[in-house]
């Protein structure tokens, strides 16, 4: 049985570094075709892709905020870090990470954890 | 980036009949090498993540109810709920996973009529 579990602070201020972290079983990330990817959610707003990283470490990020992130695995923990840098109010939201199957879809997802950017 | 458009943004639909959403993309999802669209359906419920329905465009996801179904090729595609239950009111998103970066529809909010 697949799950992922995200982890971080619920509150960071701007200008501040976010850092989550994915906590996943179920499945090896030294699998081969297998990926984690990040995505978020603003409130009352669509999905947002953020970043995906590959069983090889082959790393892959949203083109719009490429310069703010870093996606990082270690396969020994099972887990997937990501850090956002200079956090914004926008960048408010619900942040989920999620499986990805050898070259497919992602189709286990995380509970999400809600992230508030403010002062 | 592969941009994709759903419609309408907003559907109310009577208990027990069809409800129909429209995904385009703003270019093909079809992989010529094995004739698969890289096209998702997912389900998202008020405070709960999204839920994958249908993969493939048209294959639906084990333990999903038959009602939903998924059709299209290339760049038009649909989601059909042949018979709208009251556990069916959610948001609905098209995603193509065709290529980084991955992209999603903005949504479709379905509600009972």
């Known amino acids: 049985q697949i799950t992922l579990k995200e982890s971080g602070p619920t509150l960071v201020r701007p200008t501040q570094t976010l850092t989550l972290t994915c906590t996943f079983s179920g499945f090896s990330l030294s699998t081969s075709g297998v990926g984690v990817g990040w995505i978020r959610q603003p409130p009352g707003k669509a999905l947002e892709w953020l970043a995906l990283?590959?069983?090889?470490?082959?790393?892959r990020y949203s083109p719009s905020l490429e310069n703010r992130l870093t996606i990082t695995k270690d396969t020994s923990k099972n887990q997937v870090v990501l850090t956002m840098t200079n956090m914004n109010p926008v960048d408010t939201a619900t942040y989920y990470c999620a499986h990805r199957g050898p070259g497919t879809h992602p189709d286990y997802w995380g509970q999400g954890t809600l992230v508030t950017v403010s002062s | 980036d592969i941009v994709m458009t759903q419609s309408p943004d907003a559907l109310a639909v009577s208990l027990g009949e069809r409800a129909t959403i429209n995904c385009k993309s703003s270019?093909?999802?079809?992989?010529?090498?094995?004739?698969?669209?890289?096209l998702a359906w997912y389900q998202q419920k008020p405070g709960q993540p999204p839920k994958l329905l249908i993969y493939w465009a048209s294959t639906r996801e084990a333990g999903v109810p038959g009602r939903f179904s998924g059709s299209g090729s290339g760049t038009d595609f649909t989601l059909t709920i042949s018979s709208l239950q009251a556990e069916d009111v959610a948001v609905y998103y098209c995603?193509?996973?065709?290529?980084?970066?991955?992209?999603f529809g903005q949504g479709t909010k379905v509600e009972v009529k």
């Open positions: 270019q093909s999802v079809l992989y010529g090498s094995n004739n698969k669209n890289y």
């Open positions: 990283i590959y069983w090889d470490d082959d790393k």
């Open positions: 995603h193509q996973y065709y290529g980084t970066p991955w992209t």
